[in-house]
């Protein structure tokens, strides 16, 4: 009784022992030779081994523990035959078959098998299926309804299209050669527990290799897209540098040029003023048009720097509180000189109005729109410059946001109906009397730009033959909290 | 009131000729040239002009660097500069006013135009 108990004991010990390697290895190989060392170990059986079933239905030993004095199964193939139909239904369903004595006719084993049988010595078995449950995503494809399974289950062909499925990898069989062996209960739990760690193992080793496989894939596919990235990243890059370099060049061609126009324009104004020698009739002439040009040029280079800006971002409006009284009575002063060549009267209205804005962007737009009416006034003609504040405003009739309002109003020749929006886009003009008038086709469209980026509107409106009115707008409100930068 | 008396600061010769013809010209003020900020220094000095008109860009020593010195001078110090610049945004002009600068006048310009710029940046009751 003591040394049966203390069997027993070791039984348990061993079995243990190998449960903890089973599930500290993932390598397959490894658990089956470790699986059946230990069985043959805790059974001191003859031979245990390890049986895997192929698809066609052949198999072999693929693990194997052997006492010395008995032959060697493995890599032994089997036929077909050795495992039949029905006994292959019977293992998935996870029957366990224990052959006390092979040669007893109640064992019911086949003719075939048992020559097989004398020929290896096998006195006794003990076979013990091997069943993985396979799911459908082990085998790709689609859901079934579980009723189908139960039928598919039992004709044991892995069909590929159940739920979950016993799929017969393979046996866990136990020979006794020097005896029959009377197997009891303890032996068969022993097998069926050893089975089972066996076909969780194969499970996970199969899960495993899906991972790695998807890990692979999904690695592969990231490595992919981050080259794309990285690819657009440099392209954008490269664009960038590029537009960068465009820039600059605008930027220092823009420059360079404004000190030979300074000396040129400078040294004409102070050839026209006459004093510095008298000109003939032609010789004033040729002058005149040397300093038009100039001034042409002049006001096209300084276009020319605000475009590159608003293209590439870089408009920079810098609001403050400025008084358009002020802003008035600067443009007013500057076209001064202008006006009296053409002349032209200015009639302003410097009401004392507040606005948010950048003071020197907005004088920019004063001083177009000025220097516009009065090139397009006839002599004599007057041009009204004019502010108000608007409760209700113009642009917006269901707002109750304030606006500002600057009026620009000429007696000029006035401006078509479909050319009244025209107009704001670049490089668009009138007619072709209007270049002569030495328009660059640029000041509108900056100065939409400039209103626009103060949250203002700006339009025209004409009769032609009967002047025209160039009307923007500046919101009044300031609101709390915001910042007196902002980039276009 | 005696003559204004103007120094130009710029390496460009033309630009240095025009300006003077200019405001000689329009305001019958005196101008005193230098193509250099050290020549431009050293002319501060000894003549004290009653205002410094100063090319930014500069090949030797740049508008910013000479401006610096002639602040760190007592005898320049208290001299108002006026910045002659091609640049014109007003972050731009921020910084320039951040220095101590006076003021600005873009380029292009008329010189012809230059004394009543002047006058007007510094509120000189001239006209």
């Not at chain 1, 020929?119 to 579980?146: E, M, Y």
């Not at chain 1, 006794?176 to 527990?193: A, G, I, K, N, Y």
């Not at chain 1, 026209?272 to 040729?286: E, P």
């Not at chain 1, 600067?330 to 804005?357: G, K």
Request: hydrophobic content about 40%; aromatic content about 6%; proline content about 4%.
């Amino acid at each position: 009784m003591q040394t049966k108990l203390h069997h027993q004991q070791q039984r348990v010990e061993l079995f243990s022992d190998v449960m903890l390697k089973i599930r500290q290895s993932l390598q397959v190989e490894d658990i089956l030779q470790t699986t059946v060392t230990a069985a043959q170990q805790i059974l001191q059986a003859d031979r245990v081994l390890i049986y895997h079933v192929l698809p066609n239905r052949t198999g072999k030993t693929i693990s194997e523990v052997v006492l010395p004095e008995y032959p060697t199964l493995m890599h032994l193939e089997f036929a077909e035959e050795v495992l039949p139909e029905h006994y292959h239904q019977l293992y998935a369903q996870g029957r366990v078959r224990a052959i006390a004595d092979v040669h007893d006719p109640a064992a019911g084993l086949a003719d075939c098998l048992v020559e097989f049988i004398n020929q290896f010595d096998i006195k006794a078995k003990l076979i013990v299926p091997i069943v993985q449950t396979l799911n459908v995503h082990s085998l790709g494809s689609s859901p079934h309804n579980s009723q189908d399974d139960s039928q598919h289950i039992s004709q044991g062909k892995s069909k590929k299209n159940s739920l979950t499925h016993n799929h017969l990898w393979g046996l866990l069989i136990a020979h006794q050669c020097r005896s029959t062996r009377h197997w009891v209960e303890f032996d068969l739990r022993l097998m069926q527990q050893l089975a089972n760690q066996i076909g969780m193992a194969l499970s996970h080793a199969q899960l495993l290799e899906q991972w790695e496989e998807l890990m692979n894939t999904r690695t592969a596919e990231l490595t992919e897209i981050n080259h794309n990235l990285q690819q657009e990243i440099n392209a954008r890059m490269h664009a960038e540098a590029a537009l960068h370099r465009g820039n600059e060049f605008i930027s220092v061609i823009s420059h360079e040029l404004r000190t030979p126009l300074t000396s040129l324009h400078s040294a004409l104004k102070l050839l026209a003023t006459g004093r510095l020698g008298h000109l003939s009739a032609t010789g004033q002439q040729m002058l005149a048009i040397a300093d038009e040009s100039t001034e042409r040029l002049v006001r096209l280079v300084n276009n020319v720097l605000d475009l590159q800006r608003i293209e590439s971002g870089n408009l920079v409006i810098e609001r403050q509180m400025c008084h358009a009284a002020t802003l008035i009575t600067h443009a007013v002063e500057s076209m001064q000189a202008t006006a009296q060549q053409s002349e032209i009267t200015l009639v302003t209205q410097p009401d004392d109005i507040s606005i948010w804005a950048d003071p020197d962007y907005i004088l920019q737009v004063l001083t177009n729109l000025l220097s516009n009416a009065i090139k397009f006034s006839s002599p004599g003609g007057k041009v009204w410059l004019i502010v108000t504040r608007c409760d209700s405003s113009p642009t917006l009739p269901h707002a109750s946001v304030p606006e500002i309002v600057f009026r620009v109003r000429d007696e000029g020749q006035g401006i078509p109906t479909d050319q009244l929006e025209r107009i704001f886009e670049r490089f668009q003009q009138v007619n072709a009397a209007d270049r002569k008038k030495g328009g660059t086709g640029l000041g509108l469209s900056i100065c939409r730009t400039i209103i626009e980026q103060h949250g203002g509107k700006i339009w025209a409106e004409s009769t032609p033959g009967n002047g025209s009115t160039f009307t923007f707008t500046l919101p009044a409100q300031v609101r709390a909290g915001h910042t007196s930068n902002q980039q276009c | 009131m005696p003559t204004k008396r103007i120094l130009i600061i710029d390496d460009e010769e033309t630009i240095q000729t025009v300006v003077q013809f200019g405001i000689k010209m329009s305001a019958g003020w005196d101008v005193l040239t230098a193509g250099s900020g050290a020549q431009g220094i050293q002319i501060a000095q000894l003549e004290k002009p009653d205002v410094i008109l100063l090319d930014v860009m500069m090949n030797d020593m740049d508008g910013i660097a000479t401006f610096k010195a002639l602040q760190a001078h007592a005898k320049t110090g208290q001299i108002p500069v006026i910045f002659l610049t091609a640049k014109a945004q007003t972050g731009e002009k921020r910084q320039f006013n951040d220095l101590g600068v006076s003021g600005v006048i873009t380029k292009p310009f008329n010189s012809l135009n230059l004394p009543e710029q002047i006058a007007h940046i510094l509120h000189w009751v001239t006209f």
